[in-house]
């Protein structure tokens, strides 16, 4: 339909594009499957329709790139397909396998019709990408971190990540406040989007955020349940998976699905499978507790009541001992005092026997002696007595001899006395009374 | 007895306290000491169980500044 201008064979636009459309499609008359990223699904919620940006990368740069048509019906068949198999819908950033024809048209030019996706093999890209972000932990040494915390010996403030309405979060709560023993926890919110794309950030904020102030609690519990099995590999996010290992306190996880255990689970300090198993551990971990305080107390009691029981018999025995051995010392004594006793006034009669024998015999010679010194003392004073009588002056005067006396004293010698003086001379039959007329000393010859 | 202490702490005391009454190898003139400190210990534990001391007021308020 060509028309000539100037000698020069002219086409329309529309020419031009109808036949290109024409050229394509006879080349590409059937379907046939490609592998690609999808980089951005592009889903318009308005008309239901997804225009996927599709790329194929080279070391990080973009090699390849194509317009890409996901009609509405498709897209609903397809997404179902894949809640079914890989329990996440479609989304950003993942392989695909798909089937597609190759479309031309005149106003949009050249596109990729997406009639078909595989979603075993996304199944295998969401998996392969779990595997990458556990190797990446584990060459990067923090793998075990969080598991290798010490569990703390009560479990009692708990910084809660989860959804305020959800059944998770609700059944987690009734279970550890209603508890029949009186074990109280500290519960503090932090609101997060559990599922989905989003979710990756929105639970790194709060964690970020508890890290801060993570003096106030002794774990982190992640708590999701009644949202179905669907957008959990977030959780094999590496970025989340990552802070959940190098997260300083414990954390706890109970995201309540059916599926293989994600990442953030296999990192976490300690996984339940649901939002009350959790809860029933941390219970359990107060039994862990208190159990051993009670069995204390009880065994406090008994030895304590054993340790004075036993010193009681000690001092009972010693008190025994005590007194049987003073009775015994006692006796012993009783008997040797009455022995000695007994011995002692046995010694002493004798003694005494001995004495007054002694003293009798004493007495009967002092008897004889005495008698016979009586009778030579008797001899002797009558000798004396007689030498005596034969000095008396009496008897020498009765011998013719007369004494004189001046002022009552003999006159032994002419000093005696004076002319003039007055003496008495006694005779045997009186006194002579004289004066004394004169003195006259005996001659020396 | 206002003295603080861990819940971690009076566990630990308490463990070996018990430890060294039930080996016997304690003096009747310290038993009376220990079982005293040993019950304040019991007591403190139980009471840490059934109760929180954390000010809700106080983490917003750690929550607020750190986020200005």
Known sequence: MSEVINDKKVFSLLEVTLSI??????RYQRSFWVKAEMNKLNHYSYSGHCYPELVEKVDGKVVAQMKTILWKEDFLRINSNFLNTLKEPLKDGINILFNATVNFDPVHGLSLRIVEIDPVFSLGELEREKMETIEKLKKGGVFHLNRALSMPLLPQRIALISVETSKGYADFLKVISSNSWGYRFFCFLFPALLQGDRSVDSILYQLRRIRRIKHHFDI???VRGGGGDVGLSSYNHYLLAKEICEFPIPVFTGIGHSTNETVAEMVAFKNAITPTELADFLIQAFHNFSVPIHQMEETLVSATSGIVADEQAKLLSAARYFKSVTNQLLIHNRHELKSYSRSASQHLAYYFQQKKLLIADCLNRFRRGSN?????????LSTIEKSINLMDPINVIKRGYTITLKDGKAISSLADVNPGDQTTTITVDGIIVSKVVNTKRNDPT | MNEKITYTQAFEELQSIVEEIESGQISVDELSEKVKRATFL?????????????DVKQILKELEDGEE
């Open chain 1, 372 to 380: 016979s010194l009586q009778k030579s003392r008797l001899m002797e």
């Open chain 1, 220 to 222: 982190v519990a992640i």
């Open chain 2, 42 to 54: 019991i007591k403190l534990c139980k009471t840490k169980l059934t109760t929180t001391e954390e």
């Open chain 1, 21 to 26: 459309k024409k050229t394509i499609s006879e």
